[in-house]
C-alpha cells in the first residue's frame, strides 16, 4: 500500500489565470480513514472556474482559499482504504 501522500499548495493569490510559483508540490501526511470515510487516491482534479475564483484575495464568490494549504477542488480517483461498509 502507498504511505507517502503529496499535495499542492497554494502560497500566493493569483492576480490574473494562476501561475506554477503560485503554488507548491511538497509531501503530506498520510491519513487514515476513520470510521464512515475513505482514503482515496486522487488521479484527476478539476480546476473549475468556482475553486480558481477563490483563489483570489478578492474571491466573489465565497472565501478565498486559505494559504499554504492544499488547493481545494473535485477529483476523481481509486479508494485505498475504506472504514465504510458502503
Do not use: K, N, Q, W
Not at 501522500?5 to 490574473?16: G, K, S, T
Not at 487514515?32 to 477563490?54: A, N
Not at 486559505?66 to 473535485?74: Q, T
Amino acid at each position: 500500500p502507498v504511505r507517502e501522500a503529496r499535495e499542492v499548495a497554494l502560497i500566493r493569490y493569483c492576480e490574473d489565470a494562476p501561475r506554477a510559483d503560485d503554488f507548491v508540490h511538497r509531501p503530506a501526511p498520510m491519513p487514515e480513514p476513520g470510521p464512515g470515510e475513505v482514503l482515496v487516491r486522487v488521479t484527476h482534479l478539476s480546476m473549475d472556474p468556482f475553486p480558481r475564483m477563490r483563489m483570489r484575495a478578492d474571491s466573489r464568490v465565497g472565501p478565498p482559499m486559505g494559504l499554504d494549504r492544499a488547493v481545494e477542488g473535485r477529483g476523481i480517483g481509486r479508494v485505498l482504504a475504506s472504514r465504510d461498509p458502503g
